[in-house]
């Protein structure tokens, strides 16, 4: 054979390998999704032995061999995931999603990418915990790899988007699950250890403080969204998700979820789901498969100061029901439109947020305890919570969202509109709220400098009764108005 027909034959073959290999390459991705794993029951409980219980003491006054100590120990429980999502060859700026930025992805286009994330080992028998986001849209083999570099393909449990959680399982029986903590018991400047794989940095620790509590950062993109998280200044960047929050007991207190960032890395503020949510959320995904939900049937708002003076409260801690939905869990047990809540089982609700988060820990059927604020003193309510089986639960929740209430301007060039202009400085009108229930009193404008400005009210504001007397509609408000003035 001549020289130059060698050197062909060569070159032929070599593009016939490059060929094979972007074939290859192209459609490797193809895989089956994975497919949901049956289970029952694991043994996942709440610890009594803190790792550092012991050594606290001995450390306080050295915090560097606390870390160190506590460090050493939770590593091992928290694993790198990688999940497979598909794509049209064009990756937007994703916040949630860390995405592997590969050579040749650049150059050969890809039916799906990498996005990373953490884990935390909750069981000896390899369960999981993470973040919805860490694994939603999977189209490919979810893969986990362990401290130790041990490599495992992961079985989806069940995934929650309203709550931002997850459960995965790997072939495991003796993995290194981390100490379940309280975070009931966390503290605004409490001492807490952030592990995960940002960017790919496998088992990476840092420190910092809890920051604050009970934050709603609007970052769950779901109507039934549970926001609740833990901040922490403890730096968690993308790849973060869904590792481990612990305390200076190595005590598992959050699963870290998000940060707040402007440019897209740590810019001083984490967030993390509390464990005592998460494990709830966890344990029925594990259970049943889904998450048992409990609904109390309410439209709710946080209180202001104004909101606050205008109820007679002292201080401006608690949550007003805007609203109950018929044959509710609420509704049958006897809460009305109006009243505050102070209280959840004896946990203090200030904001809405805190509410949603004390009854996502219940089940269907659980018995709630509530203190409220009504016509100006404290009362009890008890009443068991219903679930989605309920008919009354399931349409409240179904229910499209109601349009939103046009502004005072707006109001003014529709007669259709019933209002009512007061000498004391506000208007209020008769807004329709839905088809079962009648017409809220809305205030939509306050004049400045009023007598109506000067006794809290803003607009907005909801008018329910007038001296314990409950209103039906704008008659019955005029009325009673000026019965009143007359006295």
């Known amino acids: 054979m001549l020289p130059h027909q060698k050197f062909l034959t060569s070159l032929l073959l070599l593009l016939s390998g490059m060929l094979l290999g972007t074939l290859l390459m192209l459609f490797s ?46 590593l091992p429980g928290v694993v790198y995931i990688e999940s497979s999502l598909p794509h049209n060859g064009i990756l937007t700026d994703d916040p949630h999603h860390n995405f592997e930025d590969r050579f040749w992805d650049r150059f050969i286009p890809r039916h799906r990418a990498l996005s990373i994330g953490s884990g935390v080992l909750i069981s000896s028998d390899g369960y999981i915990l993470t973040n919805h986001h860490v694994i939603d849209g999977s189209s490919d083999r979810i893969q986990v790899m362990t401290h130790d570099k041990r490599e495992y393909r992961a079985l989806l449990v069940g995934s929650d988007p309203s709550t931002d959680l997850a459960v995965i399982k790997i072939d495991l029986d003796n993995a290194s699950p981390l100490v379940i903590g309280n975070s009931d018991h966390v503290q605004i400047g409490d001492w807490v250890m952030a592990v995960g794989n940002p960017f790919r940095l496998r088992s990476t620790v840092t420190a910092g403080i809890v920051s604050a509590k009970g934050r709603d950062v609007d970052i769950i993109n779901d109507r039934m969204r549970v ?35 402007e440019s897209g890395s740590y810019q001083g503020y984490g967030f993390a789901v509390p464990i005592n949510l998460a494990m709830k959320i966890g344990r029925d995904m594990i259970e049943y498969g889904s998450v048992r939900r409990a609904f109390l049937g309410v439209e709710i708002a946080s209180l202001n100061y104004q909101s606050a003076r205008r109820h ?81 639960i399931r349409k409240w929740v179904l229910a499209e969202p109601q349009a939103p209430v046009e502004s005072p301007l707006e109001l003014d060039e529709q007669p259709a509109v019933h209002q009512t202009s007061l000498p004391e400085g506000f208007t209020i009108a008769a807004l329709p709220v839905s088809d079962d229930l009648r017409n809220e009193l809305v205030v939509i404008r306050v004049e400045p400098y009023s007598a109506a400005e000067e006794a809290g009210l803003t607009e907005d504001d909801i008018i329910t009764q007038i001296n314990g007397q409950y209103l039906r509609d704008m008659d019955m408000f005029t009325a009673i108005w000026e019965e009143n003035k007359s006295n």
């Open 29 to 74: 991705g193809r895989w089956t999704p994975p497919e949901r794993v049956k289970v029952r029951y694991t043994e996942v409980m709440r610890s009594t032995a803190p790792y550092a219980e012991d050594t606290l003491i001995a450390h306080s006054f050295n915090p560097t061999y606390l870390f160190r100590d506590v460090a050493s120990h939770i």
């Open 312 to 392: 007679g409260l002292e201080t401006v801690a608690g949550v007003e029901i805007r609203n109950v939905a018929p044959g509710g869990s609420a509704y049958t047990g006897g809460l009305r439109k109006g009243d505050v809540i102070r209280s959840v089982n004896r946990f203090p609700v200030s904001e809405a947020n805190e509410l949603q988060e004390r009854i996502a820990l219940l089940h269907p059927g659980d018995s709630v305890h509530m203190e409220i604020w009504r016509s100006g003193q404290t009362e009890t309510v008890s009443f068991a919570l219903m679930g989605m089986e309920d008919e009354a």
């Open 227 to 261: 926001e609740s998280f833990i901040q922490t200044d403890a730096a968690i960047n993308r790849g973060n998700s869904g590792g481990a929050l612990v305390n200076t007991r190595g005590e598992l207190i959050g699963i870290n979820t998000a940060i707040a960032s």
